[in-house]
């Protein structure tokens, strides 16, 4: 009995924690009820606290008797009264020893979630205080990716409440730990979607932190390995991340309009980079949105002749200014097929469900189709649209620290930022209905410096 053949941890305790689906259904029904994530409860576990297990356990088998004796009076009647009154965690303004340590952390404003159907409000979060290798960095803008709605809804059925979204961070340095050599305080810095990885492992060792074997600790709604909480983003004033993980930032750029490229940016850039899009190669570009458009910008500096496909001719117009060699209207089928077997590569940026096989259509023999668009439904492959003649299908994801140094550097040489729409935080629901709606040009940036204004 009990949970120990319920609840497991990875074996090296970098980030991967479970407590079964088929844990007692009054324990879930408890911890979920109470905001207390599973994976908060199941990461106390490897921190080798044994009362928090014998705790779990005791609440697995409902038996509120071996509670008692298990936690402090105090401990355990706070965790009675979150039963009975299903009150939230965060009301009760006491310290919280189980699920996420109170010291050394300092309370930060931001702008979250606390459910998958709240709209954004104001609300508090902690952050840690700085440790030797850590950056602290006051935000000053923050780009509002489509990866921050589905969070914030739930639509990838992952969601950690509340949730804090924006991985699209710049910002100036507030203070640096002891043993932080490559930033000081007023710098430019720009955080990405990671904040930690492994860094032992081979993907790691090779600046490809992104596929880390452990999971990377990504910037919001990933266990935080700090203070146990999951991780909160860029809608906040400030953010604490070690150095490994923070980006320089160029400073001839337009800082607001940088944002974007720590997420659109590096993941178009990425894939741009490896498949070798340069001078005397045709590539294609699907999509004209967040990703689109800056992936028009990245390959026509790499020196490539850029073909933009959309289904809107709103857009042509847009696409050429933006450096597009041609436009072709998706939907015009003779169009399409004028295109047949002539391009090097194509980056697919469309995240909602589109017919791969008509696009496919248009490599030439060893040409490669990356996706980097996540459509929630699976796609169908005619078969024959890569055998013949034997084109390749592939995929990526967002790029590595290293590389995304050089994307932002690459993209002060050629003075490459998003097209951007400048908002303030108390405009974040309504600029998610109209995200809802692609109804952006092209990309959200947020001026945190309107959060200072509340208090
Ligand atoms: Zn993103
Ligand atoms: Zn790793």
Redesign the pocket.
Known sequence: MGLSHKISADSCG?GNYHIGQNAHPLTLATLKKNGINLSHAARQLVKEDFQTYQYLIAMDQSNEQDMKLIASPAEHSKILLMRTFDLERDSLDVPDPYFGADSGTTRAKAYGTTAADAPLKRMDIQRRNVTERDVEIEILYCGICHSDLHTAKNEWGNSLYPVVPGHEIVGKVKQVGSKVTAFKAGDIAAVGCMVD?????????EGM?Q??????TFTYNSPDKHIGEQTFGGYSESIVVDEHFVLRVPTNLNLAAVAPLLCAGITTYSPLKRWNVGAGKKVGIVGIGGLGHVAIKLAKAMGAYVVVFTTSKSKVKDANELGANEVVISTDEPAMSSYANSLDFILDTVSATHNINSYLNLLKLDGTFVMVGAPEHPLSLAAFSIIFPRRILTGSLIGGIPETQEMLNFCAKHNITADIELIDIQEINKAYERLVKNDVHYRFVIDMSSLKKET
Not at 197 to 205: D, G, L, N, V
């Open positions: 970098t990885s492994c860094r032992t492992c081979h993907p790691c060792k932190e596929f880390c074997k452990s999971f990377p």
